[in-house]
C-alpha cells in the first residue's frame, strides 16, 4: 500500500468513528498523474447525490503529454459496495455524520483507492483537548527515552 496524499486536517477538525476504503473512478492520464505527481485532498469532500458518492474538489493535475480538457478539480464517482453505501448514507441522514476524504492511497493490486470517513466536527474546546493530549503523549514519550 502506497499513500499518495493525506487529509492531515481531517483528525484535527473532525471526530472519525468510521473508517471505510472506496474505490475512484478516474481516466488513464489521471491515474498516470497521481503515479508521478501528489495529489491534493485538503479541500475535498464528499457529497451523495442519488444513491451515489461523489469526491468533489479534489486537485488531481494535468498529465503533461496527455490531450484530456477534464478540469483537474471535476468530480469523481465513488465505489463502494451497496451495503456499505447504505450504511454510510444511513449515519449521514440519521445520525448528522459528515463523510470526510482522508487520504489517497495505491492497493496491492495497484488500484487507486480512497479512504473515507464518517465523522462528527469537534467543537473547539474538543480541539484543545486533542492537542493537550497530544502533547503530553511526546512530552511522556521524552522523558522515558532520556531516563
Do not use: H
Request: hydrophobic share 30%; with cysteine.
Amino acid at each position: 500500500m502506497k499513500i499518495i496524499a493525506t487529509n492531515k486536517k481531517a483528525s484535527y477538525d473532525y471526530q472519525i468513528s468510521l473508517k471505510v476504503d472506496a474505490g475512484i473512478v478516474l481516466t488513464g492520464p489521471e491515474v498516470k498523474s497521481l503515479r508521478n505527481n501528489s495529489p491534493s485532498i485538503k479541500e475535498s469532500y464528499v457529497e451523495e447525490k442519488g444513491n451515489e458518492l461523489w469526491l468533489c474538489n479534489c486537485f488531481i493535475k494535468k498529465y503533461v503529454s496527455s490531450s484530456e480538457k477534464d478540469s483537474p478539480t471535476r468530480k469523481r464517482k465513488l465505489l463502494e459496495n451497496k451495503r456499505e453505501l447504505d450504511k454510510i448514507s444511513g449515519s449521514v441522514k440519521k445520525d448528522g455524520f459528515s463523510i470526510i476524504p482522508i487520504s489517497i492511497f495505491f492497493n496491492d493490486k495497484g488500484l487507486v483507492k480512497l479512504n473515507i470517513g464518517l465523522g462528527k466536527g469537534k467543537k473547539k474546546y474538543d480541539k484543545r483537548e486533542s492537542q493537550k493530549l497530544k502533547d503530553w503523549n511526546k512530552n511522556k514519550q521524552r522523558l522515558l527515552k532520556n531516563n
